[in-house]
């Protein structure tokens, strides 16, 4: 007996996971295949979400070419962070180019620095729509790119 109530415990709870999960994102993608949905339920199930909003995220996000790991669109939407898109980063062209232009000096705090001690930054964050294009890099010395904000 206590295994079987052991058992619709669990039962009750993946179907709760499943209740949240599709009440927030109504439209079923390939993307949330796999992910570790309980997980999620457990971090972010206590907050309020607006599905309308998150169904035109999903799409929009899906078609941007910046956002290399689809799967990670619904934890973002859930917690804001960025890292869970994995967005591209500029290649080493782009960044060699804003080196060039910048003349190697970092524009936060006015120092020269070699390129390899250097990092690309979007100028316009990705957040704010910036894209992942030379017109839109920047090279930060790695002390400023670590103490900058989203700003």
């Known amino acids: 007996m206590q295994d079987y109530n052991q058992l619709l415990l669990i ?3 993946f179907q709760t996971v499943v209740a949240w999960a599709k009440a927030i ?3 079923y993608t390939k993307f949330m295949k796999g992910l570790d949905w309980g997980i999620l339920y457990n971090k972010y199930h206590n907050n309020t979400y607006d599905p ?5 995220e999903v799409k929009r996000l899906i078609a941007d070419k910046d956002v290399t790991k689809n799967s990670g669109i619904y934890e973002y ?3 804001g962070d960025e890292k869970f898109l994995q967005i591209r980063a500029f290649d080493d062209d782009q960044k060699m180019e804003a080196y ?3 003349n190697g000096i970092c524009p ?5 620095f070699e390129f390899d001690e250097m990092q690309g930054d979007h100028i316009t964050p990705w957040s704010k729509c910036g894209k992942t294009i030379s017109e839109n890099c920047q090279m930060l010395c790695a002390d400023c790119n670590r103490r900058k904000s989203n700003a």
Request: hydrophobic share 40%.
């Open 11 to 13: 039962w009750l709870y």
């Open 25 to 27: 994102f109504t439209d």
């Open 52 to 56: 309308v909003k998150f169904a035109s």
């Open 77 to 79: 939407l859930l917690s």
């Open 100 to 102: 060039v232009r910048q």
């Open 108 to 112: 936060k705090c006015g120092e020269h």
